[in-house]
């Protein structure tokens, strides 16, 4: 067919098709029962304009409430009433409302809001604290290991860090040498660079690393100089180029790099004079989780820190929380009522100074586990814990009980049996402190959870309450 053919044949059906528009009632017609019924030209040739959503909103029937009530009783009874449940200031449901304002908008603002892990021996290695940080991380963004100290004295799970050089130790604990001047850090302990040093990283490829702990796309160094220069280089090993960054002016500063792709190695090289604080080995904007591990204490060497320099500490790496797990360590020699209460009032001096060094960050109180011997827990365990709870709640801090959680008075004996403690029954293998993690994620994202529904059901969750 001839393209004139095609086009006049094109034309006549058009034609006939809108005759059809202007010729058919607009009622319709009935056939053999059958109703036809066939578009004016009017709705053919002009488009309706859509309708006002606030008005189809109007006439819309209310949602159903049902379901969003079983997820607020659920996240009450998980929060307030199980062995996971935690005890808060005042039984008030809000004590997170910031953090977890914080942390929605992390990404958006290009924060990363960081999340300190202090606690004795049990979190050594970054247990517990690995498990936590990855579920932090599913949902809110980040990744990498976080902060980490110039020299690490316990290897961990995670990174694998080598340094050497003019280092000195300054810390608050262990046996490293101890130097009275309060210039400790965030991590309670600092390294003192008089001259070169360097350190090397690069991430674990052991069976407890996680994809996303092995990368990092940001580096950072938290320092506190002396008077003179300090010049800090980094190389990145995986291909992004070196980077130098000079300061000469004196106190408390961070050097950050951003790297162009994602490492999992790098090696840092520092000449000056200066306090190291830790090293931050972050990727993407969302949460950081830190493991502060601090074998041998019992959480009272908070204070020995400057009130001013952790201050200033905390504000430059945007602390949201601050998790104390504590009292292991102290429970076998807690055995007057004296004792306990000498104890408790040593941890709400701590608790005190945090809220001081750092008003804006919620502070939560991780109790001991069970301990003891096979067969018998510790005799005043339970008297321990119930008064550390009390200390916590009255000094504006919130409390969550291990002991509670893997079961109560002798359960430890239970969770060594079944290979999730050693053989001291004092401590998770790496099995039963993933086991802790992910009980404690799976009560906390309760809490972000209810935050979420109570953002969104404010005068149910009234009524619920």
Same mark, same amino acid.
């Given at each position: 067919m001839k393209l004139t053919d095609t086009l006049k044949f094109f034309i006549i059906t058009v034609a006939l098709l809108a005759l059809l528009c202007v010729v058919f009632p607009a009622d319709g017609i009935r056939f053999a029962g059958i109703e036809f019924r066939f578009p004016t030209l009017h709705k053919v040739l002009v488009?309706?304009?859509?309708?006002?959503?606030?008005?189809?909103l109007a006439v819309a029937p209310k949602r159903d409430l049902s379901q969003a009530i079983d997820s607020i009783n659920d996240c009450y009874q998980t929060l307030f009433s199980s062995q996971y449940r935690f005890w808060l200031p005042n039984d008030d449901p809000a004590y997170f409302d910031n953090l977890f304002s914080s942390l929605c908008?992390?990404?958006?603002?290009?924060?990363?809001?960081?999340?300190?892990?202090? !606690? =004795? @021996?049990?979190?050594?290695?970054d247990r517990i604290t690995l498990t936590i940080r990855e579920r932090m991380q599913e949902v809110f963004g980040g990744g990498g290991p976080g902060l980490?100290?110039?020299?690490?004295?316990?290897?961990?799970?995670?990174?694998?860090?080598?340094?050497?050089?003019s280092l000195f130790a300054?810390?608050?604990? !262990? =046996? @490293?040498?101890?130097?009275?001047?309060?210039?400790?850090?965030?991590m309670l302990r600092s390294w003192h660079v008089s001259g070169q040093a360097s350190?090397?990283?690069?991430?674990?490829?052991g069976m407890y690393a996680t994809p996303r702990v092995s990368r990092f796309s940001m580096l950072r160094v938290l320092y506190n100089n002396r008077p003179g220069p300090l010049s800090v280089s980094m190389t990145d090993r995986a291909g992004s180029g070196s980077f130098k960054t000079s300061v000469s002016e004196p106190g408390i500063g961070l050097i950050a790099w951003q790297l162009d792709t994602v490492s999992s190695s790098a090696r840092i090289t520092i000449n000056g004079n200066a306090d190291i604080y830790g090293i931050l080995v972050d990727d993407g904007y969302g949460v950081a989780v830190d493991n502060i591990g601090m074998?041998?204490?019992?959480g009272h060497q908070f204070g020995k820190v400057k009130f001013n320099q952790l201050a200033e500490s905390y504000k430059l790496i945007?602390?949201?929380?601050?998790?104390?797990q504590f009292g292991g360590n102290s429970v076998p020699y807690l055995r007057t009522d004296k004792a306990i209460q000498d104890y408790c009032s040593q941890m709400a001096k701590q608790i005190d100074y945090l809220h001081s060094t750092c008003p804006d960050a919620a502070i939560l109180f991780i109790g001991p586990s069970d301990m003891g011997s096979s067969s018998t827990t510790y005799k005043r365990l339970h008297d321990v814990i119930n008064?550390?709870?009390?200390?916590?709640?009255?000094?504006?801090?919130?409390?969550?009980?291990?002991?509670?959680?893997?079961?109560?008075?002798g359960s430890m004996s239970a969770w060594h049996d079944n290979g999730l403690a050693g053989s001291d029954y004092i401590h998770f293998t790496h099995k039963g402190a993933e086991l802790m993690g992910n009980l404690f994620s799976d009560a906390f994202l309760k809490f972000y959870q209810l935050y979420l529904l109570r953002q969104q059901y404010p005068d149910q969750i009234e009524k619920i309450r």
């Amino acid at each position: 067919m001839k393209l004139t053919d095609t086009l006049k044949f094109f034309i006549i059906t058009v034609a006939l098709l809108a005759l059809l528009c202007v010729v058919f009632p607009a009622d319709g017609i009935r056939f053999a029962g059958i109703e036809f019924r066939f578009p004016t030209l009017h709705k053919v040739l002009v488009r309706e304009k859509a309708k006002d959503i606030d008005s189809l909103l109007a006439v819309a029937p209310k949602r159903d409430l049902s379901q969003a009530i079983d997820s607020i009783n659920d996240c009450y009874q998980t929060l307030f009433s199980s062995q996971y449940r935690f005890w808060l200031p005042n039984d008030d449901p809000a004590y997170f409302d910031n953090l977890f304002s914080s942390l929605c908008q992390a990404q958006r603002q290009h924060r990363i809001v960081r999340i300190l892990h202090y !606690g =004795d @021996s049990q979190i050594e290695q970054d247990r517990i604290t690995l498990t936590i940080r990855e579920r932090m991380q599913e949902v809110f963004g980040g990744g990498g290991p976080g902060l980490l100290p110039l020299r690490q004295p316990v290897p961990t799970y995670s990174f694998n860090q080598n340094a050497s050089g003019s280092l000195f130790a300054q810390t608050t604990w !262990g =046996d @490293s040498a101890f130097v009275r001047n309060g210039h400790y850090g965030p991590m309670l302990r600092s390294w003192h660079v008089s001259g070169q040093a360097s350190l090397s990283l690069s991430a674990s490829k052991g069976m407890y690393a996680t994809p996303r702990v092995s990368r990092f796309s940001m580096l950072r160094v938290l320092y506190n100089n002396r008077p003179g220069p300090l010049s800090v280089s980094m190389t990145d090993r995986a291909g992004s180029g070196s980077f130098k960054t000079s300061v000469s002016e004196p106190g408390i500063g961070l050097i950050a790099w951003q790297l162009d792709t994602v490492s999992s190695s790098a090696r840092i090289t520092i000449n000056g004079n200066a306090d190291i604080y830790g090293i931050l080995v972050d990727d993407g904007y969302g949460v950081a989780v830190d493991n502060i591990g601090m074998r041998s204490t019992s959480g009272h060497q908070f204070g020995k820190v400057k009130f001013n320099q952790l201050a200033e500490s905390y504000k430059l790496i945007d602390v949201g929380m601050i998790i104390m797990q504590f009292g292991g360590n102290s429970v076998p020699y807690l055995r007057t009522d004296k004792a306990i209460q000498d104890y408790c009032s040593q941890m709400a001096k701590q608790i005190d100074y945090l809220h001081s060094t750092c008003p804006d960050a919620a502070i939560l109180f991780i109790g001991p586990s069970d301990m003891g011997s096979s067969s018998t827990t510790y005799k005043r365990l339970h008297d321990v814990i119930n008064s550390l709870r009390q200390t916590a709640n009255a000094h504006n801090a919130a409390f969550w009980s291990i002991y509670d959680a893997m079961g109560g008075q002798g359960s430890m004996s239970a969770w060594h049996d079944n290979g999730l403690a050693g053989s001291d029954y004092i401590h998770f293998t790496h099995k039963g402190a993933e086991l802790m993690g992910n009980l404690f994620s799976d009560a906390f994202l309760k809490f972000y959870q209810l935050y979420l529904l109570r953002q969104q059901y404010p005068d149910q969750i009234e009524k619920i309450r």
